[in-house]
DNA sequence: TATGTGTTATATTATAAATATAACACATAT
DNA sequence: ATATGTGTTATATTTATAATATAACACATA
């Protein structure tokens, strides 16, 4: 699993070492029970602190993404469900971007392609 | 031109009002030509800063959505187009709330029936 | 000339992100 | 037993971003 950190992006590196985790288990490059690397290791291996190591994992653990375990450190864990909470939050997410796209002159089959190629990355495991 | 803003949102205010304008114009309540209420008068109704509106009001001119007259005040103006610069952004946007989506098990099926839905509504000007 | 637009400048406060250090709890390999 | 490598908790500090507060200015036009 590789991870790489963009310092001068807007997004908050515990967001992005967030999101990549979410993406490498959509991709499937992290599968259940895999080990990630540990918060110390992490944060040494980039020059960042314990701490935002630990604030991704624990959002990830409170999402149902990751477990923890005394001597293997966090786990994959896909506890994870699509709820209808969810699903609300996946539509405000949504929402405001798809805005974006089609106000710029986007058809709804050009942005829609976009999001099966995404998709599709993650059906064929890439 | 309706705008609600939800201060105990982890999203800041001027994003809100951003994104709710932009949304406006997918939806059809915004057309070119329009006038925006001006920035203090917006920053009134609300009990915000001045500052705060005029933020999201000048990312919005910045990305050619809005232009702006002496007199007049913000205008909608759609000059925003999807070039290559954002299709890129629009894809980094998506694929870490698609990911998301994927890994908590939803099919492709499924997510694109919802951003279907979305966009259903800016089609139709709902 | 008064009024209502946006603009610019400066300072301050509030909140969130990231860091720095230290000490502790626990499992297990040696 | 003890050392080591996990995560955990606590406290304080620094940095960056968001939001506010005030004031003065430029411009168009009624």
Same mark, same amino acid.
């Given at each position: ?5 963009? *310092? &001068? ?9 967030? +999101? /990549?985790? !979410?993406e490498?288990i959509a991709l499937g490059m992290?599968?259940? %029970?895999?080990?990630?690397?540990? !918060?110390? /290791?992490?944060?040494?291996? *980039? %020059? ?7 604030? =991704?994992?624990? !959002?990830?653990?409170?999402? %149902?993404?990751? @477990? ?10 896909? +506890? =994870? @469900? =699509?709820?209808?909470? *969810?699903?609300? &939050?996946?539509?405000?997410?949504? /929402?405001?971007?798809? =805005? +974006?796209?089609? @106000?710029? %002159? ?7 392609k976009i999001c099966r190629e995404i998709l599709e990355q993650f059906k064929n495991g890439m």
């Amino acid at each position: 699993m590789l991870l790489r950190i963009e *310092f &001068e992006s807007d997004i908050p590196i515990y967001m992005q070492i967030k +999101n /990549q985790i !979410i993406e490498g288990i959509a991709l499937g490059m992290l599968k259940e %029970g895999d080990e990630l690397p540990s !918060i110390r /290791q992490l944060a040494s291996d *980039f %020059g960042i602190n314990l701490h935002t190591v630990k604030k =991704a994992y624990d !959002i990830l653990k409170d999402e %149902g993404f990751l @477990s923890v375990h005394r001597r293997k450190g966090y786990v994959v864990t896909k +506890n =994870a @469900s =699509a709820d209808d909470n *969810f699903i609300e &939050e996946l539509k405000k997410d949504l /929402q405001p971007i798809l =805005a +974006n796209a089609f @106000s710029r %002159g986007m058809t709804e089959d050009e942005i829609l392609k976009i999001c099966r190629e995404i998709l599709e990355q993650f059906k064929n495991g890439m």
